[in-house]
């Protein structure tokens, strides 16, 4: 896929990746059930692709207005830096990480989408969505997935930034060398 010119200069920008959990991370379903633990299921190149943007020195933040022990556990496992779960406003949170770092919303990529998201979409130096993200919160987008949340849409956006920063070339290279 070959990043549009006119996303590039936003995208060479981006050193902080945001994004929601549920239903971008998952396909925004819950498995629970008397005496079971709450399960949700992750795209294993999402989680590749934010281990490879961390590897590049980008940071990545989840957040989520549903706390849960699954979200916790994923993000531990992938060494996610930041990992905030809290009913307080998206946009809030989103800025106390971006002070903590020395960075504003220019810098930052928001991935959302539902309407717990359009307030950090709307501020976003670059704003994706889901393909099944509401109409409110795509309308806002700077980019629209082909991908449905929880299908590789996180990881297509992933590969968006690397190569709109010019970094593919070199990350295929040591992958084929």
Not at 26 to 37: C, L, Q
Not at 130 to 154: F, K, M, S, T
Not at 159 to 169: E, S
Request: some cysteine.
């Amino acid at each position: 896929m070959e990043v549009p010119g006119v996303l590039v200069e936003r995208l060479k920008r981006i050193q902080l990746f945001v994004c929601d959990v549920d239903g971008v991370l998952t396909e925004a379903r819950i498995e629970m059930g008397a005496g079971m633990a709450e399960r949700k299921v992750f795209h294993i190149r999402d989680g590749l692709g934010l281990r490879l943007l961390q590897a590049e020195g980008l940071k990545v933040a989840w957040v989520s207005a549903r706390p849960s022990a699954a979200t916790t556990e994923r993000a531990n496992d992938l060494k996610v830096d930041y990992v905030k779960q809290s009913s307080s406003p998206k946009v809030g949170v989103i800025e106390e990480i971006q002070r903590e770092l020395g960075m504003g919303w220019a810098e930052t990529l928001y991935m959302g989408d539902d309407v717990v998201d359009l307030a950090a979409l709307k501020r976003a130096g670059f704003a994706a969505v889901p393909a099944d993200g509401i109409e409110e919160a795509r309308a806002l987008a700077h980019y629209v997935c082909r991908l449905n949340g929880g299908c590789g849409a996180v990881r297509e956006v992933v590969d968006l930034v690397l190569k709109g920063q010019g970094r593919w070339a070199a990350l295929i290279e040591k992958f084929t060398s």
